[in-house]
């Protein structure tokens, strides 16, 4: 699934750095105001964290290409990426551990992680984009930084919003 998302990302308009700094996705969504996390966590343990759900607050369409979280701290590994519809989780699941009764069953549900992702002018996307990430060590800081890739109108765009996961292992978890 995360090959899929960057070789959507490989088009010729993505090549060679052309893109420009994108200005069409809200930067002022939920994710936004704060960091998200949980100071319980286990080495070994599965999260899942969800990326800011694209509002195209732009006048023209954009088809998103790849997405990623810029800063992955020393002791959290990205294993994949995926793309799910809101309505499958009945909202937007913005940290959630594997295995919790209230976590969704991504595995069960369909990852529409193989095609770029359209948004409409002036609309929030359907889907939203979910990082599953395992705790490898005590995590030496925060993850941040939601980037996406995107293209409007024949041209490239990158453009980072702001997203901030914290886990902590605690000294009763590593025990």
Known sequence: ?????????CSPAHEGGRAATGTALATDGIQASGTVG???ARVGEIWYFALPVPYNTSSKPIEIKEVAVEHIPSGIRVLEYGVYDLNDT????????????????????????THPVK???????????????KITA??????????FAYEQGGRAYVQTLDCELELKVSEVAEQ
């Open 1 to 9: 699934m995360l090959a899929a998302l960057a070789l959507a990302g």
């Open 38 to 40: 949980n100071a319980h």
């Open 90 to 113: 009945e909202g937007l699941p913005i940290l959630a551990r594997e295995g919790d009764s209230y976590t969704p069953e991504f595995a069960k549900l369909k990852n529409y992680a």
């Open 119 to 133: 948004v409409a002018a002036g609309k929030e996307s359907g889907v939203f984009y979910l990082a599953k990430m």
């Open 138 to 147: 005590p995590p030496e800081d925060t993850a941040r930084d939601c980037r």
